[in-house]
T-cell receptor, first 115, second 110 residues
Framework: GAVVSQHPSRVICKSGTSVKIECRSLDFQATTMFWYRQFPKQSLMLMATSNEGSKATYEQGVEKDKFLINHASLTLSTLTVTSAHPEDSSFYIC???????????FGEGSWLTVV | QKEVEQDPGPLSVPEGAIVSLNCTYSNSAFQYFMWYRQYSRKGPELLMYTYSSGNKEDGRFTAQVDKSSKYISLFIRDSQPSDSATYLCAPGAGANNLFFGTGTRLTVIP
């Protein structure tokens, strides 16, 4: 079946630095990718929706200048957390659609810890 | 009114029990009904999906949709400890427009 890969699975960075998370669709072209954030024992919170070749659409309350999303190709989207702070520590998950069926597949998630 | 309502649980059942997980939704335009399973510290994985009303069965799992009452269910028969996870319902008008429930945490006790 369709697979979405996320990298890195875990990252620790220093406060004030930027970190990039990649999301790749491995066997289908993802016309749309989604980025979520999830705090422990809480539900998924949609951060933004990105369509290949266009600017991402951010959910209310999500800072677009802090969470930079690039969807430059049909198989890759990146989320860059700029000037990270400890409160940005969270589980970030991407998902992708466009595999020919009306389904969304999720990546394995990336744990970000800002120290 | 929220698009999707799901009881967060937690729900604990003994091994072998039948589990019923449920969601309600508010938008009558929803046609796609997904269930995702999320193990601790992992991304959600698509478990089942149905289109429009009716039932769909896959092994020990049955997904049920009642569009007239805007009620969706996931049944797990002969539950196993490996079924312990958080289950998220996700109805929507299409794959690009899903609304996720808060998830129900299920623990199956050996």
């Amino acid at each position: 079946g369709a697979v979405v890969s996320q990298h890195p699975s875990r990252v620790i960075c220093k406060s004030g630095t930027s970190v990039k998370i990649e999301c790749r669709s491995l066997d289908f072209q993802a016309t749309t990718m989604f980025w979520y954030r999830q705090f422990p024992k809480q539900s998924l919170m949609l951060m933004a929706t990105s369509n290949e070749g266009s600017k991402a659409t951010y959910e209310q309350g999500v800072e677009k200048d802090k969470f930079l999303i690039n969807h430059a190709s049909l198989t890759l989207s990146t989320l860059t957390v700029t000037s990270a702070h400890p409160e940005d520590s969270s589980f970030y998950i991407c998902s992708a659609s466009g595999g020919g069926g009306n389904t969304i597949y999720f990546g394995e998630g990336s744990w970000l810890t800002v120290v | 009114q929220k698009e999707v309502e799901q009881d967060p649980g937690p729900l604990s059942v003994p091994e072998g029990a039948i589990v019923s997980l449920n969601c309600t939704y508010s938008n009558s335009a929803f046609q796609y009904f997904m269930w995702y399973r999320q193990y601790s510290r992992k991304g959600p994985e698509l478990l089942m999906y149905t289109y429009s009303s009716g039932n769909k069965e896959d092994g020990r799992f049955t997904a049920q949709v009642d569009k007239s009452s805007k009620y969706i269910s996931l049944f797990i028969r002969d539950s196993q400890p490996s079924d312990s996870a958080t289950y998220l319902c996700a109805p929507g008008a299409g794959a690009n427009n899903l609304f996720f429930g808060t998830g129900t945490r299920l623990t199956v006790i050996p």
